[in-house]
């Protein structure tokens, strides 16, 4: 029983970190509309300056909060890519990502160790094996910011330049500056996913941000299965894709097959869903 | 409707769950008795599998089936390994964890603090503030005697004036070892030229314009460069320049010599330090982490014919090797 | 109050509108006719902004805005696009499209979104039937075609323009849905004098409503005419018709 608790909970701690960047590739991908590669980057960079930051002795919260600005900094480059020299969105976010692995690989190197330095998860003495304690109100917390922000003007503009970039011309709004703004904020949450992994992992590895994009993208189609609005669907979404990796694990075949059966049960979670909702339909 | 999708998607995840705590029972009663050893590997390629393999060859071998294997691969990914390793962790029947390669490593020792992890194929196990006085963690490196192994170069090979140095810069192990290449090359007036590869696309431009500049190549032991081996020798071959590995598997593929690891004996003198946790009841922190034995130089038969070059008495031991065709 | 001087437009190398000189002035409603391919359209975008003409200057006031940008001009100039997608948010509720062309000319604050919604014109909304709460909150795309225009048409004007360009406003919609939207078009623009360019293929049209209407044939101004002209003109006059009983014959 304990055993497997522990699988659960690491399940939903890592599902828990990841939700961040599926937060981020929803305000991408379904907000304004921009296909925005540059999360593997991103995530990389949060990490690497996490662990450069805290290896200088900087305090984890200071080091949060100059790494999400870091990570909007990597989404105005992709947005300037974009706006002003009119690379396609998908070569913009490749070309950052691109750039960011050469610079993550400066700052921190291949491989950086914490070395018990205090971090997110220190905050409550004696829950260190626990952080899922600390991670959902966190999570949940980060949540409620950024579906409140998506509900102010700022955020109706956001989802007016997805639809309709035309409707902020014609509020002699620029939608230009609207969407490198969205990338901004998608990039910076990123960047904090990178930063939050690399304390409850307790290292920086440059091969850590390998399968992100993967990951965000898995955890946003599973995640409209339980709804297409900016809520927990997230949260479930991204936890759900981590039960699915570990499960991969646990039928025991040769291990080489793994992919394709993290694929297949992708493939089979959708087709239920698309079966039951034209089931509903018939009905209704 | 949405009320039933979510009906639906708690029936299939219950049904996965009952899947899997069915498979873990029949286990469990299949071998109720033997210990099992988790194993994470990081990656498929020759080497690690080679670690692998002699491993859970001795195991077999010395334990009459007290002992039984299960393997794991994170193929390449540090979530994977991580996702691994918490299953590593929490699964009772598991009793020690044998992690191949530096990833595996992190991510097994970041959640498992009691039970014995074993390692092999990892350089600089130290570096990584994961050992500390009552460690769990025991085995073997992979750490080739770099001073050594130039110096034999510099004996075997004495015209060459300029040597490229290919690696792969983000892994860790491959940097510390061309540090201390670097150093030696220079002490011994030969030039090192860094190529750096991150992905085997890279590989034959880099290697192409590595063979332009230099008189010979050589590579630490780097999961990249073993994979790409044979397209390295390859070329090496064609511009009728020595290629010099680290671990002796790749003599086999076309490397002119190594003066390294053999990551069967790896696996294999890792088993033996498994046994002696298992078995023999000694604490991991009371056996040290030695490196494998590299005093013996593989030498491929066919290509120094081919290359001209005479083998001087010198006092390691030498062997010559055949290549894979 | 804007002045078009000797304004060209060539795309891809064909050019589009050919020396265009006129003048609107303020208060004027122009109906603009014309066959396809005219560059009826390509002149709204030049007014608009949208285009940047290859030669000639526009101003407004005397002032030159020839190089100012479609959102720069936007404050002032208001456009009805004949494609509906353009004129709204589709995916967002009627309530919040409101809201959103309340936020012309205003710095975007924090505040909800919906904090603009336009209270004052409930009793407006409620005579078109389309104040109800069901409707308020339904998606601007699930609206019909007419309920739609006329939503377009409030959100254009929520702030009333210096000018405001409409663009085959009545083409998609059913005769009952287009005079209820000229109804309340007409209606607005007398009620607040705004100087009108509206484009339309329908000769009746241009006959029934407007100050003037102006005739554009292959990229230049052919033909302008004052209400006055209008008694004596007949639909043909301006662009010609479909004559139905020489093709039944």
Redesign the interface.
């Known amino acids: 029983m304990l055993s497997e608790w522990l699988i659960i909970q690491g399940i939903v701690e890592r599902g828990l970190i990841f939700s961040i960047s599926v937060m981020a590739i929803y305000i991408t991908s379904r907000i304004i509309r921009f296909d925005d590669l540059s999360v593997e980057g991103s995530f990389g960079l949060g990490g690497a300056l996490m662990a450069l930051l805290l290896t200088h002795n900087m305090t984890w919260l200071l080091a949060l909060a100059l790494i999400t600005i870091a990570g909007a900094c990597a989404g105005l480059a992709t947005g300037l890519l974009h706006t002003k020299l009119k690379l396609n969105n998908l070569i913009s976010g490749i070309v950052v990502t691109t750039a960011l692995f050469s610079i993550n690989l400066k700052i921190a190197g291949s491989n950086m160790v914490l070395g018990g330095k205090t971090t997110l998860f220190n905050i409550i003495p004696g829950v260190i094996n626990m952080k899922i304690v600390i991670l959902l109100p966190a999570i949940c917390a980060l949540l409620f910011i950024i579906k409140w922000f998506l509900n102010t003007e700022c955020g109706f503009l956001f989802k007016a330049v997805g639809d309709n970039p035309q409707m902020l011309t014609n509020l002699g709004k620029n939608a230009h500056t609207y969407t490198i703004a969205a990338l901004m904020l998608a990039n910076g949450l990123t960047a904090l996913a990178g930063a939050i992994f690399v304390q409850y992992v307790g290292y920086f590895s440059i091969w850590s941000s390998v399968g992100i994009l993967i990951i965000a993208l898995a955890g946003l189609i599973l995640s409209e299965t339980f709804g297409r609005t900016f809520g927990f669907s997230l949260l479930i979404g991204a936890i759900l894709y981590q039960a699915i990796i570990a499960a991969t694990f646990e039928f025991n075949v040769d291990p080489e097959w793994n992919k394709l059966i993290t694929a297949l049960l992708i493939i089979v979670m959708i087709a239920l869903k698309k079966h039951s909702s034209i089931f509903t339909q018939r009905q209704s | 409707?949405?009320n039933?999708?979510?009906v639906?998607?708690i029936l299939?995840?219950s049904a996965?769950v009952v899947a899997?705590i069915i498979?873990?029972n029949r286990?469990k009663n299949d071998n109720s008795s033997a210990i099992i050893i988790g194993i994470l590997?990081t990656a498929?390629h020759p080497a690690l599998d080679a670690a692998r393999e002699g491993f859970v060859d001795t195991i077999t071998k010395n334990s009459n089936g007290t002992i039984n294997c299960?393997?794991?691969?994170a193929?390449?990914?540090?979530?994977?390994a991580?996702?691994?390793a918490?299953?590593l962790?929490?699964?009772?029947s598991i009793k020690a964890i044998y992690a191949i390669a530096?990833?595996a490593l992190?991510?097994i020792a970041?959640?498992e603090k009691t039970k014995p992890i074993l390692i092999a194929a990892v350089s600089n196990p130290h570096?990584?503030?994961?050992i500390h006085e009552k460690t769990n963690i025991c085995g073997t490196t992979d750490m080739i005697d770099i001073p050594g192994t130039i110096k034999s170069i510099k004996t075997i090979l004495p015209y060459v004036a300029t040597i490229a140095l290919i690696y792969n810069?983000?892994?860790?192990n491959s940097?510390a070892q061309i540090t201390i290449m670097d150093k030696e090359l220079r002490r011994h007036s030969i030039t090192p030229l860094h190529v750096g590869i991150?992905t085997e696309i890279e590989v034959p431009q880099a290697i192409a314009s590595a063979l332009s500049k230099a008189d010979a190549l050589l590579a630490p032991t780097d999961n990249l460069v073993a994979s790409a081996m044979p397209i390295i020798s390859h070329l090496a071959h064609q511009a009728q320049k020595p290629l010099i590995a680290s671990h002796n598997d790749a003599v086999k593929q076309g490397a002119l010599m190594a003066r390294g690891v053999d990551y069967y004996e790896c696996g294999k003198a890792t088993a033996g330090i498994a046994l002696q946790v298992l078995c023999n009841g000694k604490k991991p922190y009371n056996l040290p982490i030695a490196p494998a034995k590299s005093d013996t130089i593989m030498i491929n038969k066919q290509l120094s014919d081919e290359l001209g070059i005479t083998i001087a008495k010198i006092s390691d031991t030498i062997m010559y090797i055949n290549s894979n065709k | 109050m804007i002045k078009f001087e000797n304004v060209s437009i060539t795309i891809d190398g064909k050019q589009i509108l050919k020396n265009i000189t006129c003048t609107i002035n303020t208060g004027d409603f122009i109906v603009i006719v014309g066959p396809n391919g005219a560059g009826k359209s390509t002149l709204f975008d030049m007014i608009s902004g949208k285009r940047i003409p290859t030669t000639g200057t526009i101003l407004l006031d005397d002032t030159d805005i020839t190089h100012l940008n479609e959102q720069q001009r936007a404050t002032v100039i208001s456009r009805l696009f004949q494609n509906p997608q353009l004129n709204g948010v589709a995916s967002m509720t009627v309530a919040q499209n409101l809201a959103l062309s309340n936020y012309k000319s205003k710095t975007v604050s924090l505040l909800n979104g919906i904090t603009k919604f336009p209270t004052h014109l409930m009793t407006e909304l409620d005579k078109l039937n389309l104040g109800s709460p069901k409707i308020l909150n339904t998606p601007m795309k699930d609206l019909s075609g007419g309920q739609r225009q006329l939503l377009a048409f409030i959100m254009a004007t929520i702030l009333p323009p210096r000018l405001f360009m409409l663009d085959e406003p009545t083409a998609a919609l059913d005769p009952q849905s287009a005079t209820k939207l000229l109804q309340f078009a007409i209606k607005f623009i007398n009620e607040h004098s705004l100087t009108t360019l509206l484009i339309t293929h329908d000769p009746e049209l241009a006959l029934a409503i407007g100050t003037k209407i102006w005739v554009l044939e292959n990229g230049q101004i052919t033909k302008q005419f004052d209400t006055r002209d209008t008694v004596t003109l007949s639909a043909s006059d301006l662009i010609g018709h479909i004559d139905y009983k020489k093709l039944m014959a």
Do not use: C, F, W
């Open positions: 409707m949405k039933k999708n979510i639906i998607s299939i995840i996965i899997i498979n873990k286990q590997q498929s299960i393997v794991y691969n193929e390449g990914s540090m979530i994977n991580h996702a691994i918490q299953r962790h929490a699964d009772d530096t990833p992190q991510a970041s959640v570096d990584l503030g994961i810069p983000s892994e860790s940097v991150t």
